[in-house]
């Protein structure tokens, strides 16, 4: 019996070493190949093995769900509400894994995000205080977290721009005075959809919205505008019944396998440092295509492009922004991204050559995954009315699985992230505002944010542990919504 429990253990052994052999050696072989034949080759095999599928694992990229992001909660006096999801970025913030979001972060290609805080809040034991909340099965790294503090007139509103880098300050009145009557509003089955256009929806919960399944869109129609004049499309919209998920691809096992083997010391240098001379074995030099990756060789799921729903890889998940131009066709200008949890209004101007020399403009408002658009309108002779910002730095940030301080890892400092996974939450406190309010201001705090994020790895899957029972009440309602509708892979 102790020979046949030796002889069992031993032979376990030797195929998990190979196994681990043969994973490297495919890492080795494809990071020399890739550096002499360049990053399209590696793409390509990439896609071409997902597509013929060859050891029967389901591909996790192809029609993965994507865009998922930390949600940020406000102190309501007794407890924290969650106020919407954050860490949105231009072309896009999400990625495979840590080292392709680290390395496209780090390259200055991301831009931050601009949240508009809405829902009445309390102030903390005096404190202006808020709290990240990782409520979905995905993993952010945070660089950085400011809180802008617009004091602008009581009878003025706040409206970000959809690529989060400016926010506009307008008289509420005026603003909803500037807006142009569309000729037709019709969805793609012609049918009139104008009571999108009704300005009173910009302020208030609407009566009548309008949802967007995948593949759907609006047409809208206007006359009578000057080409010199600016023009303005602004959207209110929401909803995201998604989220990236676990990174469960035989690729993401194959790395979770060989990191665990070689950090508990089964794997020795000298078979690491004998790899190479192995790679004439390999089935034609490229049968071990998919176990790329295992240094951080080649990225995989990356969606490449802008995040206006186009390029290689999974598009985002967005509300693309068309305009006809004179040759009949459409021509995309400007990405929307729906935020999941409350309406949120964006404003984007109009480029001048979108409007005809008769001044006819139309716009097409498409829809990659389901959406719920409130408001649609154009909106021209915008005038600002005069602001003064504070910009309010992190004071104080704690964590509460690690019940340490992070604050250093949210000031924006090189390679230092706030890591959060699945049931984290972190509570931070902001600088107060040092500036005097008249009578006739009011504040409106914008949270501005960089970083990334990306698929629910299994080294922080494991880490997390049941982190569904520490979520909170409104939390894990939102989980069983999502996990009622999305199609996961």
Known sequence: ??????????????????????????????????????????????????????????????????????????????????????????????????????????????????????????????????????????????????????????????????????????????????????????????????????NDNLYRVPTRELPLEENDYIDIAFSGLTSDEKYFLTTKSYYRDWVMGENSSLLMRAQFLTKSLVESGILSKAVLASLLAFVPWLHQNELLIPFIMLGGGCST??????????????????????????????????????????SSSEMTEIPREAISGSGDLHLRVSATK???????????????????????GIKRAWHHRLQGDVTALLRYRPGRYLHTIPGDTVDVEFEQSKGDMSPDMKETHLLRSAGFYTYLSPESKKIAGDWKKKLSGEAKERLSFIEERSVTV
């Open 1 to 198: 019996m102790r020979k046949n429990a030796f002889f069992s253990s031993f032979t376990k052994s030797i195929r998990l070493a190979l196994l681990v052999l043969i994973l490297l050696l495919g890492w080795a072989l494809f990071s020399v190949t890739r550096l002499i034949k360049g990053e399209v080759w590696s793409r390509n095999k990439l896609v071409e093995f997902e597509k013929n599928n060859l050891f029967g694992a389901t591909p996790v990229y192809a029609d993965a769900p994507v865009s998922s992001t930390p949600f940020l909660a406000v102190w309501t006096g007794k407890e924290y509400k969650i106020e919407n999801d954050f860490l949105f970025g231009k072309p896009h913030s999400y990625f495979s894994d840590f080292t392709e979001g680290k390395r496209n972060y780090e390259s200055g290609w991301i831009s931050p995000d601009l949240l508009k805080v809405q829902s009445i809040f309390q102030k903390k034991e005096g404190k202006l205080a808020f709290q990240i909340q990782e409520i979905e099965p995905e993993e952010s790294f945070v660089n950085g977290m400011t809180l802008l503090n617009v004091i602008h007139p009581v009878d003025s509103e706040v409206v970000v721009d959809s690529d989060y880098g400016k926010f506009y300050v307008l008289n509420k009145k005026r603003f909803l005075r500037s807006f142009v009557a569309p000729v037709s509003i019709k969805n793609k089955n012609s049918e009139d959809v104008s009571y999108l256009a009704n």
């Open 301 to 342: 799921g990356s969606t490449g492009g802008s995040a206006g729903c186009s390029g290689s890889g999974s598009p985002p998940k967005c509300l693309p922004i068309y305009f006809k131009d004179s040759y009949g066709g459409y021509r995309q200008f400007v990405t929307i991204e729906p935020r999941a949890w409350r």
């Open 370 to 392: 389901r959406h719920r658009l409130d408001f649609v309108g154009l909106a021209g002779k915008l005038k600002e009315m005069p602001y003064r910002t504070e910009t309010l």
